[in-house]
């Protein structure tokens, strides 16, 4: 089992830049598709972006194409998520996942998920 911790949200003017973190405890990290998901408040939980076992491969939300980045340090058992050009629109509280054990590939659907963090909140003021 893995258990999740972001970091790093906070309150940002619009077009600026924030970087969210996600440390992972336990030794599988590595084996573990990893993503980021956002709730706005009364609307549902979101596909943001999802990044596989290695970061060889990403995929993004068109919302947040060209302007957000998600990757991974194995090494430090942490996942990154990059966030430029925000807007108004992007606040959200902001969570990680991990997928199940060794599965292969990247994860879209918030259903794939088994584990989760408890979440950040962003906030961008237009």
């Known amino acids: 089992q893995v258990q999740l911790v972001e970091s790093g949200g906070g309150l940002v003017q619009a077009g600026g830049s924030l970087t969210l973190s996600c440390a992972a405890s336990g030794r599988t990290f590595s084996s573990h598709a990893m993503g980021w998901f956002r709730q706005a408040p009364g609307k549902e939980r979101e596909f943001v972006a999802a990044?596989?076992?290695?970061?060889?491969?990403?995929y993004y939300a068109d919302s947040v194409k060209g302007r957000f980045t998600i990757s991974r340090e194995n090494a430090k058992n942490t996942m990154y998520l990059q966030m430029n050009s925000l807007k108004p629109e992007d606040t959200a509280v902001y969570y990680c996942?991990?997928?199940?054990?060794?599965?292969?590939?990247?994860?879209?659907?918030?259903?794939?998920?088994?584990?989760w963090g408890q979440g950040t909140q962003v906030t961008v003021s237009s």
């Open positions: 990044i596989n076992w290695n970061g060889g491969s990403t």
């Open positions: 996942a991990a997928g199940p054990l060794y599965r292969i590939g990247v994860l879209t659907n918030p259903t794939e998920y088994p584990y």
